[in-house]
């Protein structure tokens, strides 16, 4: 089955504990990209990766860290989380071509305290 | 930068009605537009993926239509049922990079 997977689904942590979310797509998908999803503002771009290690800076980029090392995998780093990177976060996967779909994962709700 | 808003935020309609969600975007030079489902604490599941050079897909009871020009596409969905219960939104642009609106909460009563 075509899918992004995200892991985990729920976190809870402490302020400035480091931690990672794994995104994987089984689709040969060239572009991934992480969303946030804040109440009122919608989903946000966060960073997106065109291919193996080529990445760049999405809409909202401060305090998140990408890397690319494998096709299938964007892993999510927030080496210091803060209290207002409480959120909602997707992954995201498409073929080369602007036109086509967009696969989304089924979400991490981060919450730091 | 493109801006993408969703009219109405919310909607409660009874069980059979026809409605329309509508999504508007202020840059025209999209090369797509995709309209998703999200239900409570679960992910966006898409529903229909318009190209640009399209004007509108159809999908059993789901009809979305495009217009480029005006800065607009509609979400209509036939014969409503309680089971589409959920919150729609609509993403504009690439496939690489969607701008989007915050989203129509529908609710379907029985």
């Known amino acids: 089955e075509a899918q992004v997977t995200q892991n985990p689904r729920y976190l809870i942590t402490v302020t400035g504990k480091k931690l990672t979310v794994t995104c994987s797509q089984n689709m040969n998908h060239e572009y991934m990209s992480w969303y946030r999803q804040d109440p009122g503002l919608g989903l946000r771009q966060i960073y997106y990766?065109?291919?193996?290690?080529?990445?760049d800076k999405g809409d909202v980029p401060e305090g998140y860290k990408v890397s690319r090392k494998e096709k299938r995998n964007f892993p999510l780093i927030l080496e210091s989380p803060s209290p207002n990177q409480t959120s909602l976060y997707f992954c995201a996967s498409s073929f080369f071509d602007r036109g086509t779909e967009a696969f989304f994962g089924q979400g991490t709700r981060l919450t730091v305290v | 930068k493109q801006e993408v808003t969703q009219i109405p935020a919310a909607l409660s309609v009874p069980e059979g009605e026809n409605l329309v969600l509508n999504c508007s975007f202020t840059?025209?030079?999209?090369?797509?537009l995709q309209w998703f489902r999200q239900d409570p604490g679960k992910g966006l599941t898409s529903l229909l993926l318009i190209q640009s050079s399209q004007r509108e897909q159809t999908s059993g009871r789901l009809n979305a239509s495009l217009d480029k020009s005006s800065g607009r596409s509609t979400l209509y969905i036939a014969a409503s049922q309680p089971g589409d219960s959920a919150t729609y939104l609509c993403?504009?642009?690439?496939?690489?990079?969607?701008?989007f609106g915050t989203g129509t909460r529908l609710q379907v009563t029985l």
């Open positions: 993403g504009s642009g690439t496939a690489s990079k969607l701008t």
């Open positions: 840059d025209s030079a999209i090369y797509n």
């Open positions: 990766s065109m291919n193996v290690e080529v990445t």
